[in-house]
């Protein structure tokens, strides 16, 4: 018996679709939320749930009144099939590798501040050199894609990281310092650089709790004995920009030269410089196929080439 060769150019189903669908309801502990991240409507997630359920004749989640959570039976269930999916995904890769070109979906995630300098080049690299690989960007705030990566709604993510402890086995891109941001005339950011120390004297916009930068300030605040007078909990650095251009208090962000609001001024935090780290940073709950891998590579190489530019790296969460 003989084939076309177009018999071959789709990867074969590997794992029954529905239980891809059973583990995204399981990790969203909602049917929206996982019809959202699958892009499906609700009632197909309901139908391919409820399928499931006739067929195993036991029930797999039962619903609270904020969403669904595993039965005893699904609870079993949750880890086999995910370890199943995880190989088929791995044998799906290998056998579209064997065609010779990385192939697939690659979701990738991106700070605002990033989307300038990664997403037309990324974008454009990919095409250009791995053609069978389609790009899913998502643009958001560092604390929203980390929340992404753990639900395994993104392969990888541009965000930040308030320490080097943080960093961890991801790839750490670029290093930025923090600033302090107040309105432009302000005599407390006329200059280039703010001591630690001044933050006791002022008003600050800052993120609420629980945020990553907040509880840094709060550790050092405990450590230098510094007195942190909130004068408004903003959790959007845009808005804290607002606040801090009518006059209201001094933001802390990372600052892009030349890209502040021209209504504002910045001076770096000194007297111990305050840095964060700019990471690309995986999600646990997501295989690494040679497309991810391939993709990776790009945006390491292309933070490199910024760096070796001479190109400054300042983002905000």
């Known amino acids: 018996m ?4 177009d018999n071959f150019t789709a990867t074969p189903t590997i794992v029954d679709p529905r239980w891809l669908i059973f583990i995204q309801v399981s990790t969203s502990g909602s049917l929206s939320k996982a019809a959202a991240a699958l892009d499906m409507p609700q009632s197909m997630v309901s139908r391919n749930v409820a399928q499931l359920e006739q067929q195993c004749g036991e029930r797999l989640f039962r619903r609270t009144g904020r969403g669904v959570v595993l039965t005893e039976f699904g609870e079993r269930m949750l880890p ?7 190989e088929a995904d791995a044998l799906a890769d290998d056998i579209r590798s064997a065609r010779g070109q990385p192939a697939g979906e690659v979701l990738i995630g991106l700070l605002p501040s990033a989307v300038n300098q990664y997403a037309g080049p990324l974008y454009a690299a990919v095409r250009a050199q791995f053609p069978g690989v389609r790009l899913h960007l998502a643009e958001a705030a560092s604390a929203q894609l980390e929340e992404h990566l753990r639900e395994g709604r993104l392969d990888m993510a541009i965000v930040l ?5 943080g960093v ?12 302090l941001v107040g309105r432009l005339g302000d ?5 280039a650089n703010v001591e630690l120390a001044r933050l006791s004297e002022l008003p600050l916009v800052i993120p609420g709790r629980p945020h990553l930068l907040r509880a840094r300030l709060d550790r050092l605040a405990a450590q230098y004995g510094l007195d942190l007078h ?3 909990e903003v959790d959007s650095v845009r808005l804290q920009y607002e606040v801090a ?5 001094y933001a802390i962000a990372s600052v892009m030269p030349g890209k502040l609001d021209e209504r504002l001024a910045s001076s770096r935090i000194v007297q111990p410089v305050l840095e964060r ?9 997501r295989p690494h196929t040679r497309a991810t891998r391939e993709v990776r590579q790009l945006v390491c190489r292309l933070a490199e080439s910024l760096h070796a530019g001479q190109a400054s790296h300042r983002f905000t969460s």
């Open 2 to 5: 003989s084939y076309e060769r």
């Open 80 to 86: 086999r099939v995910a370890r199943l999916a995880a």
């Open 161 to 165: 990281r308030e320490d080097e402890a």
């Open 168 to 179: 961890g086995d991801h790839h750490a891109l670029a290093r930025v310092p923090l600033h």
């Open 187 to 191: 005599p407390v950011v006329e200059s």
């Open 230 to 232: 909130i004068a408004a």
């Open 245 to 249: 251009a009518a006059g209201g208090g």
């Open 277 to 285: 780290f700019v990471v690309l940073a995986d999600s646990p709950r």
